[in-house]
């Protein structure tokens, strides 16, 4: 085992004690020792969401670095999926959900239904549930679009189905 893959297993058990302080230091320590160690940069970044210091934009690098390292990965792609909805980065979110489900179609179903709805709860709680109705309309629809998709119906099937 070599000392990156020693620190990233360090780093895991942190994380898993909910060390996050201590897991980051040890992903960062991993990376140094390895900078092309995809699970370096995603323990990197999981360990920051529990350091309220840590800037946003400095997570979706690191979770964007694992995906360059690892691109078929479609568990680093669901996290930034996630991680970009809670702050707000809806293309991203979108982006990262659809290659996911590229990368594991047996459970695209899955990653479709969690970005349709993560996405509209999310986009509430941003923009509150007071907000008028012609622009909860297009995220209600997009949201529709997925969970559809998620059923692995076309839109003319749904509509069927509805009527």
């Known amino acids: 085992m070599s000392g990156a893959d020693k620190e990233i297993a360090a780093g895991e058990r942190k994380l898993a ?4 302080k201590a ?4 992903f960062k320590r991993a990376i140094k020792l390895d900078p092309k160690a995809p699970e370096a940069h995603f323990g990197k970044a999981e360990a920051a969401l529990g350091v309220p210091k840590i800037p ?3 997570v979706l690098n690191d979770y964007q670095e694992a995906i ?7 568990f680093y792609l669901a996290r930034l999926g996630s991680f970009s ?3 707000g980065q809806w293309e991203m979110a979108e982006e990262a959900y659809n290659r996911a489900a590229e990368a594991d179609p047996d459970n695209a179903y899955l990653y479709y239904s969690e970005f349709g709805l993560e996405y509209y709860y999310s ?3 941003k923009h509150g549930e007071g907000a008028a109705q012609d622009d909860i309309e297009p995220v209600q629809r997009k949201c529709l679009v997925y969970l559809v998709r998620s059923l692995d119906l ?3 099937a749904a509509k069927r189905l509805l009527n």
Do not use: G
């Open 68 to 74: 360059a390292l690892d691109p078929a990965n479609p």
């Open 17 to 20: 004690d909910m060390d996050f």
């Open 56 to 58: 946003v934009e400095e």
């Open 23 to 26: 897991a980051l230091s040890k």
């Open 123 to 125: 986009w509430l709680a």
């Open 85 to 87: 909805l809670e702050v």
């Open 154 to 156: 076309d839109e003319a």
